[in-house]
């Protein structure tokens, strides 16, 4: 007789025919009913019905029965609260049973049933059970307070049982201690706050020695448990490495993944340079390696893992290549996880090896597996300079395949490989152009079409492969116009006499026939600037353009770090911090590595209280009335996405410029002599558009709005220190201190915000209010990772200075407004003005002796500056640092005259004169300037550079 | 934690279904058997997320094998406790099938309350359960003529009786309490090869994983010694003199067994619990003791007619007396091949081509060491280019090798002690198969 027949019973009034049976005085009858309840249970029939006959065969010596009644009581007890009371009885009794499998199977079934009501009953024979003579009973008690915890947090708290719970952590069974510890581990994790898993070098030495006794998932508790613990010093923490090492050679991959997670993390506080270290890291390649050879589940979830910790420490895994490569009967996940991590490892030494068999890859019957492959050799090239030739070869041959989709992944990587190199491998463009017509995906279409833009000087017939693309413009994917509008001006402003035709049918149609509001919006940006300043339009669209990283895949290091805490977990799988897909309490602390030996204080928020710099005024947080509000209000402000690179979200202001100056002549020069009819034509369609309009502009072209550039001068510019700008108190938690800095010609921001308050913030984003110089964030606020409380980052805005004008007060007066999750704050501080003197401020002489007769007299203001101890010549060095030129130096009876100029960054030239007396602290500035107003800034400036 | 364990038939038929924490819904179970039946190839099935819910599941005996957990839990663990919890099953059911799992719910119930408790899993070894298990398994073995080929004329033992029917090892754990008698104890030497053959011969990648696993079916057995090869060393550095030594990267144990003289004799002490355990694995990286045992030369031309003649010769390097079986070789051919000719040297060889995977599949039953076979496969490939011939290769194959051990691991000897009352069985056997056998072109 087979138990399958209890799933053929479905006639009607079954329920009344086990009824009847249930209670059957035969034992065996009895125990067969319950058999076909459960296997109704199983079903998903409903058979509560029957709870009070179930109940009434509970008392009975029989185990097997017994154990049977006990999974139907776990499964209806909380839809019959009242009725499971009745069975209260039973468990009382049973808890006292002298046979420990009965006594362990009550205290087990009565936490299982989620009944408030029996919580109370159950107290005292959990605290009996808690102290039962048999190690069986102990765990299953101990597993039992964790239960009723969730049940009923304050009771277990009331009745003392976490008391009883640590106190088993030095029980003398092993079992017992990795049930404790993983009771309390949860229990824990419900109150962040408390000193539960009380961690001591004492509770560790006795974890440590339960761990080689209990049993492989007892070890994995244990484990994951000492991984919460942080080491007082990098001995300890050596002490405890040595000692876990031994579970690497465990046959249980999520033992070693969990003593691999211990390692890594306590690896961050022993210093390089001992020897322990470096055995360490040869310990831990063989058990990732043999993870490997697990089913293709395991590797999976253990590639994941790699792959991550390949991004942290490269170096355990560099000699192991060979591991990675793919087998021809692997999933294809797994392939495709493999290749990812080849890559990674991929370097100098080993880049011949990772290339052939790249190639034989790239030949496989799987079309998504070979895509890849041929992307990661592109990958390659970028990654490892010396390999791009050959590389580039490669690509070369498998385009000569002509199969349509290697070719297509091809090209979209040698669009990258030309980013990375640009003007190296131009000689390949034939071969590729002989391939226009197979490409019909919309990526490599775009990429070709960019290559064909970038190189048109080059390809003799440009233009009409550009012209053959445009015919179906309409049916193109927005990519795809996108690319072509900007390749037709690259076109045009290189052949701008055989191609205007083409540049204005492109215009045309993206302008006008076109729904889509960004290829509309670039449309008119290229139209107007090809029609105000060509020169300009030739600087702006055939800018240099920053080469692509060679690691943009990266993970971003804070999760990277977040990340190799929660090693061999579902994070390191999916890649994600827990709070992003784990709910409630349990689980969302971020965890964050040790610091390194000595510098393990580091990692607190920096000094947030220094001392306050140039800017004397207190910063002050804007009322929340008045008009400037509104302002700031009705900008935009658009978090940025935390997955690639964010689009620009700053609006900027064209009204200013002359929209229909014929400017186009100087382009066209004597070719054309301005012909009427291209004037017409350009002068049309811009007349019809706004004013002023703000439009989203891509990442190359944003970088050069930024006017601040010039000659690089990476020589240090003066920077006040950070103060506090808006205080937590305001700010719902958030705290921002900041400062000024002009780096390499750019000014930024740089600023650091401190989350305290209890909840995470996210979805940052910043935006000015106008003022004097047009100050502009040149991208969006970079904080990709939330911030999680007590968490502090440091951001570098950068800066421009083409941003809407309004005239401040104080002059040098910025108000800002930052948006987060939570709420918008406002705030407002000062910059010092040296921020915005450019590097080309140095006047001739000759010109410098005009001006200073041109300027009137009532235009020059002095100022002293006091207890300065600086020779003239220190002086001169220090200012100049900051973009303070000293054209020329004169010595009048033991005082030196040093003569300056300087050029803020709206064009207007400040001129200087200053006097230093040999054996006197105090200095005289003479300023003169068409705009005296800006003097008082200035001045403040000089006061701060001089003294700092 | 665990929150639900499941088993699922491959129609999504709810065979066991178990809440243990109570923070998921049982609607959660025909959600997952949508999910895991939408999945397309390329999506790792492993880990599945449905808001809060994560189902992790393995495959297996075709029945889905699901945990589900709301907290960051080590994907790991339920991999792994999946795994051993199939072994389980399998070890106290006799086989894995939806049948087996359906006859024996109770048991399996029983089963999932000691070996989980509220999320947290308690033990999976059958030696500790055996002390709790109440439920008698039911077995489903119908009856067959084959089990009376081995029952000798006039009860004399045959020569057939040497060799252990494949189905000895499939029974559940527990009927040994009451056949009593039969008392065996396989002890099964795995490896699986990993080659990579490139187009010039060379040999560019050979990897060899393997593992000891015992079958124990023994009602009492207080401790088994195997005895390893002596010269067996682990590590480059670790080799003693030279010779023909017997070497390996690396190795793991099973947590029961104890190496006291395992460094110094090359013996493993365990007490075997009832049913299937691993009990060493090894691997060795980019090296083979011996030949590969498999070559090919490949000749491919087009012929006048515009055909792709393939001319396959592939020989055998085992030593004469052993023999490969099963081998089948995969050949890619070109995009659009339609017909396939063959010319093969012996008939009990086949081939055919499959046009869904592109590929010409050759198949030998048997392939005796030291001998060579031919094939001359003749395409019709429309539309023929130069290109095309890239789409060749590169050729895998797959088969099995009984009786032997790639990296010459043996087992010296297998002692029981105290000493059995009653005859035990012991068997110990060799195999090793393709992992992954590939051969450029």
């Not at chain 1, 349990?586 to 204080?601: D, F, I, M, N, T």
């Not at chain 2, 298990?133 to 009376?148: C, G, H, N, R, Y």
Request: overall charge negative.
């Amino acid at each position: 007789m087979t138990d399958s027949k209890y799933f053929t019973t479905t006639k009607k009034g079954e329920i009344f025919e086990l009824k009847a049976e249930l209670n059957s005085d035969k034992k065996e009858k009895k125990k067969e009913a319950v058999k076909k309840v459960i296997a109704s249970m199983t079903v998903g029939k409903d058979v509560s019905a029957l709870f009070p006959d179930v109940v009434n065969c509970m008392q009975t010596d029989n185990l097997e029965l017994k154990k049977l009644v006990y999974l139907y009581l776990m499964n209806y007890a909380k839809s019959q609260p009242d009725m499971a009371i009745m069975a209260v009885n039973t468990f009382v009794k049973d808890c006292e049973d002298p046979n420990p499998l009965i006594r362990a199977l009550a205290v087990r079934t009565m936490g299982c049933i989620r009944v408030d009501k029996i919580t109370e009953y159950l107290c005292e024979p959990l605290r009996k059970c808690l102290k039962d003579e048999d190690p069986y009973v102990r765990k299953t008690a101990a597993v039992c307070v964790a239960k009723l915890h969730d049940i009923n947090a304050q009771l277990v708290e009331d009745q003392g049982f976490l008391d009883t719970l640590k106190d088993l952590i030095s029980d003398s069974n092993p079992m017992v201690v990795a049930n404790a510890v993983a009771a309390l581990s949860e229990i824990a994790e419900s109150h962040p706050n408390s000193n539960l898993l009380d961690l001591n070098p004492q509770t560790i030495n006795k974890l440590l020695t339960a761990l080689n006794e209990c049993t492989e998932w007892g070890q994995i508790f244990i484990l994951d448990c000492l991984a919460n613990y942080t080491p007082r010093d990098d001995r300890e923490s050596q002490s405890i490495c040595e000692r876990v090492t031994p579970r690497l050679s465990h046959a249980n991959s999520a033992v070693v993944l969990s003593a691999v997670k211990v390692l890594m993390k306590f690896m961050e506080m022993l210093p390089k340079d001992l020897d322990y270290y470096g055995t360490l890291l040869k310990k831990l390649a063989p058990p990732l390696v043999t993870l490997l050879s697990a089913e293709p589940e395991l590797q999976y979830v253990a590639l994941r893992n790699i792959n991550l910790i390949v991004q942290r420490r490269p170096e355990i895994l560099k000699h192991e290549m060979k591991v990675f490569f793919v087998k021809y009967n692997d999933p294809i996940y797994v392939k495709l996880e493999k290749l990812d991590i080849m890559i990674r490892l991929a370097s100098q030494a080993n880049i011949a090896q990772v290339l052939a068999e790249l190639k034989e890859y790239a030949t496989e019957v799987d079309v998504d597996f070979v895509r890849k492959a041929v992307r990661a050799i592109g990958r390659c090239a970028i990654k490892v300079e010396q390999s791009a030739e050959r590389c580039v070869s490669t690509l070369l041959d498998l385009i000569q395949t002509k199969v349509n989709y290697v070719v297509q992944e091809a090209i979209v990587v040698i669009k990258d490989i030309f980013r990375k190199y640009p003007n190296k491998y131009e000689s390949v463009i034939a071969t590729l152009c002989e391939n226009l017509d197979s490409l019909d995906e919309p990526e490599a279409r775009a990429a070709m079409i960019w290559i064909v833009g970038e190189y048109a000087e080059r390809i003799d017939n440009a233009d009409e492969l550009l012209e053959s693309f445009l015919e179906g413009f309409h049916d193109e994917s927005t990519q795809v116009q996108l690319q072509l509008l900007t390749a037709i001006v690259k076109l045009f402003l290189k052949k701008p006499t055989e191609t205007q035709e083409l540049v204005q049918q492109v215009l045309s149609l993206a302008t006008q026939d076109s729904d889509n509001p960004d290829l509309r919006d670039r449309g008119y940006i290229y139209w107007r600037l090809l029609s105000t300043d060509p020169v300009a339009a030739k600087e702006v669209v055939l800018a240099e353009k920053p080469l692509i990283s060679e690691e943009t895949d990266l993970i971003e290091p804070t999760l990277l770090e977040e990340l190799i805490c929660h090693i061999g977990t579902l994070a390191s799988v999916y890649h994600k911090p827990p709070s992003a897909f784990v709910e409630g309490s349990r689980g969302v602390q971020h965890k964050r590595l040790p610091g390194s030996a000595g510098s393990g204080e580091s990692v607190e928020s920096p000094d947030v209280a220094s001392a306050p710099g140039v800017s004397e005024a207190p910063p002050a947080v804007i009322p929340s009335q008045g008009d400037l509000l509104g302002d700031l209000l009705n900008l935009d402000l658009t978090p940025p996405t935390t997955t690639g690179p964010p689009p620009p979200s700053s609006g900027m202001q064209m009204g200013a410029m002359d929209l229909l100056g014929g400017g186009l002549d100087s382009l066209l020069g004597g070719d054309l002599g301005g012909s009427p009819a291209m004037g017409g034509g350009f002068g049309a369609a811009p007349a019809a558009m706004p004013a002023s309009f703000t439009a989203p502009v891509s990442g190359g072209l944003d970088d050069l709005f930024d006017l601040g550039g010039g000659v690089g001068m990476p020589m240090g510019a003066y920077s006040p220190p950070k103060t506090v700008w808006l205080p937590a108190m305001k700010a719902k938690g958030l705290e921002i201190s900041g400062t000024f800095a002009r780096r390499s010609g750019v000014v930024q921001m740089e600023m650091t915000l401190t989350n305290k308050a209890m909840s995470v913030m996210t979805d940052f984003a910043i935006q000015f209010n106008r003022n004097s110089f047009g100050l502009a964030p040149a991208g969006p606020l970079q904080v990709l990772t939330p911030l999680s409380p007590n968490q502090s980052i440091e951001v570098t805005l950068p800066l421009n200075t083409v941003g809407p004008v309004m005239k401040m007060e104080p002059l040098n007066n910025l108000q800002v407004a930052v948006k987060n999750n939570i709420d918008v704050f406002y705030f407002s501080c000062q910059y010092p003005i040296s921020m915005l003197f450019a590097e080309d401020g140095k006047m001739e002489r000759q010109v410098f002796l005009a001006t200073w007769k041109d300027i009137p007299n009532e235009n020059e203001s002095q100022f002293q500056i006091k207890d300065c101890h600086l020779n003239s010549d220190a002086a001169s060095n220090k200012l100049q640092g900051s973009n303070i030129f000293t054209i020329a130096k004169r010595t009048v009876e033991g005082q030196d005259m040093l003569y300056q100029s300087m050029k803020l960054s709206n064009g207007i030239w400040l001129l200087a004169e200053l006097r230093v007396q040999a054996g006197n602290p105090n200095y005289t500035v003479s300023l003169k300037c068409r705009a005296p107003e800006v003097s008082q800034c200035v001045f403040q400036s000089y006061e701060a550079v001089l003294k700092n | 934690m665990i929150s639900q364990v499941f088993i699922l038939s491959s129609q999504g038929d709810h065979l066991i279904y178990k809440d243990f924490r109570g923070e998921a819904g049982s609607d959660v179970v025909n959600l997952f058997y949508e999910k895991v039946t939408a999945l397309t190839g390329d999506q790792p099935p492993v880990v599945m997320r449905h808001k809060d819910v994560h189902f992790v599941h393995v495959r297996q005996g075709g029945l889905y094998w699901v945990a589900t957990t709301t907290a960051d839990t080590s994907p790991f663990t339920i991999i792994e406790f999946l795994n051993r919890l199939t072994a389980l099953v399998k070890d106290y059911c006799g086989s894995l099938s939806e049948r087996s799992v359906q006859m024996n719910f109770a048991l399996i119930y029983e089963l999932l309350d000691e070996v989980v408790d509220y999320g947290y899993i308690q033990t999976t070894s059958s030696d500790i359960l055996k002390n709790f298990i109440q439920t008698e398994a039911v077995s489903s073995k119908p009856f067959s003529l084959f089990d009376l080929s081995n029952v000798g004329l006039f009860g004399a033992e045959t020569q057939q009786s040497k060799v252990a029917p494949s189905s000895a090892a499939t029974r559940p754990i527990q009927s040994s309490r009451d056949q009593g008698g039969k008392s065996e104890i396989f002890v099964d030497v795995i490896e699986r090869m990993l080659v990579v053959i490139g187009s010039n011969g060379v040999l560019m990648k050979a990897d060899i994983e393997g593992e000891i696993k015992v079958k124990c079916y023994m009602p009492t057995c207080s401790e088994m010694r195997i005895g390893l090869n002596e010269e067996f060393s682990i590590g480059k550095s670790q080799l003693r003199g030279y010779g023909a030594a017997v070497r390996v990267d690396e190795c793991s144990f099973h947590q029961a067994v104890r190496l006291d003289e395992f460094d110094s004799l090359r013996i493993l002490r365990l007490c075997p619990s009832q049913g299937e355990q691993t009990v060493m694995q090894y691997q060795l990286s980019d090296d083979l003791p011996s030949a590969p045992p498999f070559r090919l030369f490949p000749t491919i031309e087009r012929d006048n007619g515009g055909r792709l003649l393939m001319y396959m010769k592939l020989r055998c390097d085992l030593p004469p007396k052993s023999a490969g079986i099963n081998v089948s070789a995969t050949i890619p051919v070109p995009k659009g091949s339609v017909s396939l000719s063959q010319e093969l040297s012996s008939p009990d060889q086949s081939a055919e081509l499959q046009p869904q995977s592109r590929a010409v599949v050759w198949k030998i039953p048997r392939f005796p060491g030291g001998t060579q076979l031919s094939a001359l496969f003749k395409l019709e490939v429309p539309g023929f280019s130069s290109a095309s011939m890239l789409e060749v290769g590169p050729v895998s194959l797959s088969f099995e090798l009984p009786k032997i051990t790639a990296t010459g691991l043996q087992i010296r000897f297998l002692r029981l002690s105290p000493f059995q009352p009653g005859p035990a069985q012991r068997w110990v056997r060799y195999v090793t198969h393709s992992d992954s056998y590939t051969i450029r072109i």
